[in-house]
C-alpha cells in the first residue's frame, strides 16, 4: 500500500485481563474494567499484554487479521479465535478500508 493509516485518531485505553488475551486479537468487555478474546462483537484490538493487563487500541486504524474476507468499505464484522469475519446478523459496522488476501489481514478503522 502506497499510504498509511496507522497512528489516525488512535486511542488506547488498560484494562485487565480475564482469561488469556494476545496482542493483535480483538477482545470485547467481560466484566468492569476487564478485557477477554471477543467471541462476537468487539470493541478494540489489543496492543500490547503486561503483568495480567491489556492496552486496547479503541479508536483509530488497526490490521487484523480475518477468517472470511471483508469487503472493502462499510462492513459488519464480529471475531473469533483472535480474527475477524464478515458478519451481517450478529456483527457491528467498521470502515474496512483495505484487504491484504496474501497476508489474509484487513485494515478497519475501530
Not at 492496552?55 to 487479521?65: L, R
Not at 446478523?89 to 457491528?92: A, D, Q, S, V, Y
Given at each position: 500500500m502506497k499510504?498509511?493509516?496507522n497512528g489516525f485518531g488512535e486511542n488506547t485505553a488498560t484494562f485487565e485481563i480475564q482469561g488469556t488475551v494476545t496482542a493483535g486479537t480483538p477482545v470485547m468487555v467481560t466484566a468492569n474494567g476487564k478485557v477477554a478474546a471477543a467471541n462476537g462483537a468487539f470493541c478494540g484490538v489489543c496492543t500490547n499484554v503486561r503483568n495480567g493487563y491489556a492496552?486496547?487500541?479503541?479508536?483509530?486504524?488497526?490490521?487484523?487479521?480475518y477468517t472470511s474476507q471483508p469487503s472493502v468499505g462499510y462492513s459488519k464484522l464480529s471475531?473469533?479465535?483472535g480474527k475477524i469475519t464478515a458478519d451481517n446478523?450478529?456483527?457491528?459496522e467498521y470502515l474496512v478500508i483495505d484487504v491484504d488476501t496474501t497476508?489474509?489481514?484487513?485494515?478497519?478503522?475501530?
Open positions: 499510504v498509511s493509516f492496552a486496547v487500541q479503541m479508536t483509530g486504524y488497526a490490521t487484523i487479521p471475531a473469533a479465535s446478523e450478529n456483527g457491528r497476508a489474509k489481514t484487513a485494515g478497519i478503522m475501530l
